[in-house]
Nanobody, 121 residues
Framework: QVQLVESGGGLVQPGGSLRLSCAAS????????MGWYRQAPGKQRELVATIISGGSTNYADSVKGRFTISRDNAKNTVYLQMNSLKPEDTAVYYCKARIGTPQLMAGYIYWGQGTQVTVSS
């Protein structure tokens, strides 16, 4: 019943900005940690940023200082503000969340379908 839907991807020139959103819906009791991963052609999926329910964050070294992760608990939504984008940021970006349901309070892991980000001049 739980679903994650990403939005906000697109084509942008180097140095530009995008904001990704991931909204969770369904039979949600509580959302624990949420995060963003990305996968470029020919590469493995990698962690971009995570945020826990208390607000603590961590970032991959490659995006630190350029990307900011945040969440709106009332809307069950996590965001990724992406500034100073580089061609090497081009990838499919996936939302991931551990979400507790009435059936399993400790939570299941859920993945979104991904949104394409392309940085090119």
């Amino acid at each position: 019943q739980v679903q994650l839907v990403e939005s906000g991807g697109g084509l942008v020139q180097p140095g530009g900005s995008l904001r990704l959103s991931c909204a969770a819906s369904g039979n949600i009791f509580i959302i624990y940690d949420m995060g963003w991963y990305r996968q470029a052609p020919g590469k493995q999926r990698e962690l971009v940023a995570t945020i826990i329910s208390g607000g603590s964050t961590n970032y991959a070294d490659s995006v630190k200082g350029r990307f900011t992760i945040s969440r709106d608990n009332a809307k069950n939504t996590v965001y990724l503000q992406m500034n100073s984008l580089k061609p090497e940021d081009t990838a499919v970006y996936y939302c991931k969340a551990r979400i507790g349901t009435p059936q399993l309070m400790a939570g299941y892991i859920y993945w979104g379908q991904g949104t394409q980000v392309t940085v090119s001049s």
